[in-house]
Every structure is written in structure tokens, then in C-alpha cells.
T-cell receptor
Framework: DTEVTQTPKHLVMGMTNKKSLKCEQH?????MYWYKQKAKKPPELMFV???????INESVPSRFSPECPNSSLLNLHLHALQPEDSALYLC??????????????FGPGTRLTVT | EDKVVQSPLSLVVHEGDTVTLNCSYE??????LLWYKQEKKAPTFLFML????IEKKSGRLSSILDKKELFSILNITATQTGDSAIYLC????????????FGRGTQLTVWP
């Protein structure tokens, strides 16, 4: 089973709202990732967690706050977003540890619209 | 500066044609090259290549890596309309663990 699940599939939020995106995998992977993808562009890395610790933050604005409650779950908390943050947010996982570069498996994504 | 360049950016073929997609890279401390297929949503993993000259094959798709010339190709034979997608190439570096460097992708359209 190479499934990564994400909820919700679609989210519309106002600029003053607080919302969270959720990601789950049950493959025993120890590295998890958040990506942002705009239309007709490749995914851009936002955060990487390895063994539930944040190991990479690609200078993402603080209005995006990641959280890894356990090895299977990854959240992305959203607050005071801007319309330009509208995008497809992808979660991915890989076997890890990060000392090896293994294939990353992507979830279906959350289509976020900020109004 | 690290670069991953895919070509062509866009390709239109008819069912039954064979296509070759290209990915060249200039990265330090290369570790692996990955191919993904992206339809409407998430990228789907196709292949990971780490060694030169060893072809990986899955059905009508195959890929090979040339670490001397710094490129990889993805071949699709007997294309079908279901092959229509964006094909993404990504490179992993040993010194930036966990980070994949993506190319812009090749948009493949297969007409019936």
C-alpha cells in the first residue's frame, strides 16, 4: 500500500480564517513533506519532517505552521493567508531516514482558495 | 546554481506513437533521479534511478540514466490517451537530504 491521504480535498477560506490541512500515511515512512504547487508549475518544497522533527523549512512565511503529532500524521495550520497562497498543497512521504534519498509518495492534495 | 531542465515542455502525439522525454541536470552531489506522472492531482511515482546505464521498465514505460552526460530519458511506447499527463523529473542531492529539485515538466497529450 503506497497511499498517502489528505483532507480536505478542497478548502475555501477567508483571509482572517484559521484552518488546518491534514495528511496521513500508514506505510511506516519516517520522512514527511509539504509542497505547494501553483498551476503549470512544479511542486515547491515547504517543509520536511524526519522522525517527527522539522528538518527543513524553506523560508516559508509564519502564516503556515507545520506540525507532526506522530510518525503517521502531518498537519499544516493556516492563519491569515493571502489570496496568492491559493494553490494545490501536496503532502508526501518517503521511507527515510533522510540519509537516503528514496522515492516520495504524494497524496492527492488539497486545493486551497483564499478569498 | 542547481538546474533540472526537461524537454520538450509540450508534446502532442497520436495513439500508438512512441515518445521520448528528456531530463538533464546540473547538480552537485547527485544522489538520484526520479520520474513522476501528474494528471489532475498528485504526482504518481514512476521510477527512481541511481545507477548509470541500467534501464528500469514498467509495462510500456522505461527509463535510463546517464550520469556521465547528466541526463535521463523516459520512453513511452504504444502511447494511449491515458498517458496524457505532465511528466515531472526530479533530482535528489546527497547534501540536501529530503529535498527534490523538480524540472518544469513535459506536458504530453495523446490524441485518439
Amino acid at each position: 500500500d503506497t497511499e498517502v491521504t489528505q483532507t480536505p480535498k478542497h478548502l475555501v477560506m477567508g483571509m482572517t480564517n484559521k484552518k488546518s490541512l491534514k495528511c496521513e500515511q500508514h506505510m511506516g515512512h519516517r520522512a514527511m513533506y509539504w509542497y505547494k504547487q501553483k498551476a503549470k508549475k512544479p511542486p515547491e518544497l515547504m517543509f520536511v519532517y524526519s522522525y517527527e522533527k522539522l528538518s527543513i523549512n524553506e523560508s516559508v512565511p509564519s502564516r503556515f505552521s507545520p506540525e507532526c503529532p506522530n510518525s503517521s500524521l502531518l498537519n499544516l495550520h493556516l492563519h491569515a493567508l493571502q489570496p496568492e497562497d491559493s494553490a494545490l498543497y501536496l503532502c508526501a512521504s518517503s521511507q527515510g531516514p533522510l540519509q537516503t534519498v528514496g522515492e516520495q509518495y504524494f497524496g492527492p492534495g488539497t486545493r486551497l482558495t483564499v478569498t | 546554481e542547481d538546474k533540472v531542465v526537461q524537454s520538450p515542455l509540450s508534446l502532442v502525439v497520436h495513439e500508438g506513437d512512441t515518445v521520448t522525454l528528456n531530463c538533464s541536470y546540473e547538480v552537485t552531489n547527485f544522489r538520484s533521479l526520479l520520474w513522476y506522472k501528474q494528471e489532475k492531482k498528485a504526482p504518481t511515482f514512476l521510477f527512481m534511478l541511481t545507477s548509470s546505464g541500467i534501464e528500469k521498465k514498467s509495462g510500456r514505460l522505461s527509463s535510463i540514466l546517464d550520469k556521465k552526460e547528466l541526463f535521463s530519458i523516459l520512453n513511452i511506447t504504444a502511447t494511449q490517451t491515458g498517458d496524457s499527463a505532465i511528466y515531472l523529473c526530479a533530482v535528489g542531492r546527497g547534501s540536501t537530504l529530503g529535498r527534490l529539485y523538480f524540472g518544469r515538466g513535459t506536458q504530453l497529450t495523446v490524441w485518439p
